[in-house]
């Protein structure tokens, strides 16, 4: 057999039957030849005991060295022990990028998703997915099988959220609307949720890899480092003072936070049955971490005896009753009325972790006081209560926000030179 030329297939004639003209060249390659005259590159391979033929296309889109070059390719993967027909097979059958989506979300839904910590995903964090999802993955690459997704996909679709394309106000929750601005921020967090789609479905063996997420070049973000000053927190005490009257469970909740660093969601899905008094601390079940027990001081206490107590299991009971309130527009409002249009709850969790290090408390009890991932086995399961020395700090930090949000001037903060006597001796 000798190699297959341009000059060979054109000069091949239709016949009765359809035949083959293979390549001395590449052994595998061939042309077959219609009775209608229709020419077509093939390959065909051996896959175990198996023969596949595997139709590289027609002649005139092919041409003879690039329908050659894909039949090396095919050689090469069945050489490896893949089946190119059974793959090519699979691509037609692949699920979109938004099939794909959806199945995860369905997933998510189910609770059959884990996050880094190893947790089920929160309902709060499957919506905020949702929303990722329907505004920006499917409407710049949903269309695209999933199999063949490639990182110039994920890159282009990064740029364009990046300037803003899928920016723009969209129906949400009933009588609401969601703005949708885009930008480098949320690209990135757009290209880490689909590459965790990815993720999860390679290792279902949905999709084949590499994760088409890798290395894809994202704008940095700036890193939130806002934390209210003196003259601010004093504003914003002010502030919650007025809204008593008309939003009094919003006022209730920044006070809250503010005396003990929760995260926003963390206070106003706070349930009674998780208050210890005794043991004063908070027993969270479900946060971001996992389950978390967070030390409140007297006046954080003092606070929640303050609060009316009805049938309802929560703290800040919803309209309804059978769930928690939100309060996230209302907790935005006394923050805007306050000047602070550039701040919200989460800043003041902050707030209290930077006072504590004003205090000199050190980075480790600090992540105690805010709950961050425990370190050992004997805090997550054993200690039933905080330290002394954990409470005591954390009293001492909420006293010092409380003075500065009723304006009345807080002790003077030592610069810290070495071990505090409030320090606890080991983490809890």
């Not at 590289?56 to 050659?68: K, N, S």
């Not at 050689?75 to 199945?103: F, H, K, N, W, Y």
């Not at 063996?205 to 894809?216: D, M, Q, S, T, W």
């Not at 909420?398 to 070495?418: R, T």
Request: aromatic share 6%; proline share 5%; hydrophobic share 40%.
């Amino acid at each position: 057999m000798t190699k297959l030329t341009k000059r060979i297939v054109d000069a091949a004639e239709p016949a009765a039957k359809d035949y083959f003209i293979w390549c001395g060249a590449c052994p595998g390659f061939g042309l077959r030849v219609f009775p209608s005259g229709r020419k077509t590159f093939v390959a065909q391979v051996r896959v175990g005991r198996a023969t596949r033929r595997v139709k590289i296309g027609p002649y005139g889109p092919f041409t003879v060295e690039l329908a050659r070059e894909k039949a090396w390719e095919i050689i090469r993967t069945a050489a490896s022990g893949r089946d190119p027909q059974r793959e090519r097979q699979d691509r037609r059958e692949a699920m979109t990028v938004a099939e794909l989506c959806e199945a995860y979300l369905v997933a998510a839904r189910a609770g059959l998703v884990v996050t880094r910590f190893r947790r089920t995903k929160q309902p709060s964090t499957v919506q905020w997915d949702e929303g990722r999802i329907c505004r920006h993955i499917i409407p710049l690459i949903g269309s695209i099988s999933s199999h063949e997704l490639s990182r110039a996909d994920v890159q282009r679709m990064t740029d364009e959220i990046s300037s803003g394309k899928t920016a723009g106000a969209f129906k949400g929750r009933p009588r609401g609307v969601a703005k949708v601005r885009g930008g480098a921020g949320t690209a990135s967090r757009v290209v880490g949720l689909l590459g965790g789609i990815y993720t999860w479905a390679e290792r279902r063996e949905l999709v084949p890899g590499p994760n088409p997420c890798r290395g894809i070049e994202k704008a940095a973000t700036r890193t939130r480092d806002r934390v209210l000053s003196p003259a601010e927190l004093a504003a914003l005490g002010t502030q919650i003072h007025l809204a008593e009257t008309d939003a009094s469970s919003a006022a209730a909740a920044v006070r809250l936070i503010a005396m003990t660093g929760l995260r926003r969601q963390e206070a106003c899905a706070l349930r009674w049955a998780k208050v210890d008094e005794m043991g004063r601390c908070l027993r969270l079940a479900s946060t971001k971490t996992g389950r978390s027990m967070r030390p409140i001081g007297h006046l954080a206490l003092s606070l929640l005896k303050e609060l009316p107590r009805d049938e309802s299991a929560w703290v800040f009971p919803g309209a309804s009753g059978t769930g928690p309130a939100d309060l996230k527009r209302q907790i935005a409002a006394i923050f805007d009325a306050a000047g602070l249009t550039d701040a919200r709850s989460h800043d003041l969790r902050r707030t209290f972790a930077s006072t504590a290090a004003d205090l000199g408390y050190s980075d480790a009890t600090i992540a105690d006081m805010l709950g961050h991932s425990q370190r050992t086995v004997t805090a997550r399961h054993y200690i039933r209560r905080p330290d002394g020395a954990l409470s005591a700090a954390v009293d001492r930090v909420s006293k010092h926000l409380h003075e500065l949000m009723i304006g009345q001037p807080a002790g003077e903060v030592v610069p810290f030179d070495g071990p505090h006597k409030h320090e606890p001796s080991v983490a809890v």
